[in-house]
């Protein structure tokens, strides 16, 4: 059986975020499932676009996700060519002289201006899907352009049918009537997108090529150029958009989305549990479950499981699964996890007890969606805080509830050994007292010891503010 090799090929024109990396996934998920290769190609061609960082930032991000490439420039294998567009420039060269000298390509001396003309003059015929008029396919004055700047175009075959069997859409497909010749290398000896990919994936022995739906339109394009060189063309598969709550295609405009995988990383998301939530983009399993391991999606991949409709981008759930997989976590890799995600500013923790902070950190283990939302609750440990307005409206919301805290005041203030247990044990005493129980009891206790109407477990909360810090905040509100 053939090796199976699938690629990666990002522009670096921008960082990688929700989509890119569900291409990079998927590409990774396919090779690894039948034991091939993932590859990530470069693709920078398109010099003025390219982004300072941006490879970096794919780099990086994707080995924090552990998409792993078998190759890249990093790691180049030899015999399969450059892995950055920008190295092969005189190879593409070679191949489009080739096609020159074969007649299947042209040179093109029409001007910026010349061809917006006649653009333009195709659109005042009420033609919409304009196309290069072969101008200079057929120009007699050839001898007279010799030392005039010149793109190569590409001779679209004339009326055929292109046909892709696509792993996402099924049968596709295109009719070049559809297609003009298009450039293949610019006057400036760069090769264009459409011409250079076809020379990699050759190179590179790429058998599969899984991208987004949006250049299923380069596809026949791509085809045409595999046949002028006589060359297997790769099996292609165009999954459908990731768009937002608003159905559109997800970007980083869309509201309540975070796009890069930079910022999951800043506001404290597990690799694992993103990882796990892309691989459900656009895929799924046959099994209904949600969370499963890298090495369980690489065995269960499919490639006849991808789905045929746009997947919506859903932040509750990607939240959801991060909480899942933070509370796997054993309490020590929870701690290690969490701390640095403590806003330093807001929160001295230096120089405090750090088996009490840890046991802080502890009481929300099993609450936090993403490891930066620990800030929203440690105020009540570290600062001097106001009650809220809302947790106000509670409390007067509440009746009869002086006497109670009262008795819990004197109790407290008594109490020597300001622990868990015997904080649980007055609790129960002044529940008996008072004949109060369920929210008539807790909930006047918790506000006016922890200053909220809702938290952890109450009194492992109360012990940890402390005996000084809780009676200030009951005389306080008394
Ligand atoms: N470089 C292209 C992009 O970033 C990918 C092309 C492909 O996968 O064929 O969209």
């Not at 960082?15 to 590859?39: E, P």
């Not at 567009?85 to 096609?99: G, I, V």
């Not at 390509?105 to 304009?130: M, N, S």
């Not at 006589?230 to 958009?241: C, N, S």
Request: negative net charge; glycine residues 6%.
């Amino acid at each position: 059986m053939k090796n199976i090799r699938l690629r990666y090929a990002p522009s670096p024109t921008g960082y990688l975020h929700i989509g890119n990396t569900r291409t990079a996934l998927m590409n990774y998920l396919f090779a690894k499932h039948y034991d091939g290769d993932f590859i990530v190609r470069i693709e920078d061609t398109d010099i003025e676009r390219n982004v300072e960082g941006a490879i970096e930032s794919q780099f990086s991000n994707m080995e924090w996700l552990g998409i792993i490439p078998d190759e890249s420039f990093l790691k180049p294998k030899d015999g399969y060519g450059e892995y950055m567009q920008s190295k092969k420039f005189d190879r593409y060269k070679e191949f489009a002289n080739d096609l020159l000298e074969r007649g299947l390509a042209y040179k093109c001396f029409c001007t910026p201006e010349e061809l917006e003309k006649d653009r333009e003059a195709q659109i005042a015929r009420g033609i919409v899907a304009t196309q290069y008029s072969r101008k200079c396919l057929n120009r007699t004055d050839i001898a007279e352009m010799e030392g005039k700047p010149f793109n190569i175009r590409f001779k679209v075959p004339d009326n055929k049918d292109y046909t892709v069997n696509d792993i996402v859409r099924g049968e596709v497909t295109f009719n070049s009537k559809e297609i003009g010749d298009f450039v293949i290398l610019k006057s400036n000896g760069i090769a264009t997108y459409n011409f250079a990919v076809v020379i990699d994936d050759y190179d590179m022995k790429i058998t599969h090529v899984v991208r987004g739906e949006e250049h299923i339109s380069n596809t026949p394009r791509q085809c045409m150029i595999f046949e002028a060189f006589g060359w297997e063309e790769p099996t292609f598969g165009h999954m459908t958009l990731i768009v937002d709550e608003t159905k559109k295609k997800l970007s980083k405009r869309s509201g309540n989305a975070v796009f890069f995988i930079s910022q999951y990383r800043e506001q404290g998301y597990l690799p694992e549990a993103i990882f796990n939530y892309i691989a459900l983009l656009g895929w799924s399993p046959k099994e209904e479950k949600e969370i499963f391991t890298k090495e369980e999606f690489v065995k269960i991949f499919d490639e006849t499981r991808f789905s045929k409709s746009p997947s919506t981008f859903d932040m509750v759930k990607m939240k959801w699964i991060n909480s899942q997989y933070m509370k796997k976590l054993t309490e020590e890799q929870y701690l290690e996890f969490v701390k640095p995600f403590i806003d330093k500013e807001r929160f001295s923790i230096d120089n405090k007890d750090q088996e009490w902070l840890d046991q802080v950190l502890l009481l929300f283990k099993k609450e936090l969606e993403f490891a930066q939302q620990i800030n929203d609750h440690l105020d009540i440990f570290f600062n001097e805080i106001e009650i809220s307005e809302a947790t106000k409206k509670v409390l007067s919301e509440l009746n009869d509830y002086q006497e109670l805290i009262g008795g819990l005041k004197s109790k407290f203030e008594s109490l020597s050994n300001f622990e868990e247990q015997p904080i649980k044990d007055v609790i129960k005493e002044l529940g008996v007292e008072f004949s109060k129980k369920g929210k008539d009891l807790f909930m006047p206790i918790r506000i006016f010891s922890t200053f909220s109407e809702h938290g952890p477990e109450l009194a492992k909360t109360i012990a940890l503010i402390g005996k000084e810090k809780v009676l200030r905040n009951i005389n306080s509100l008394i």
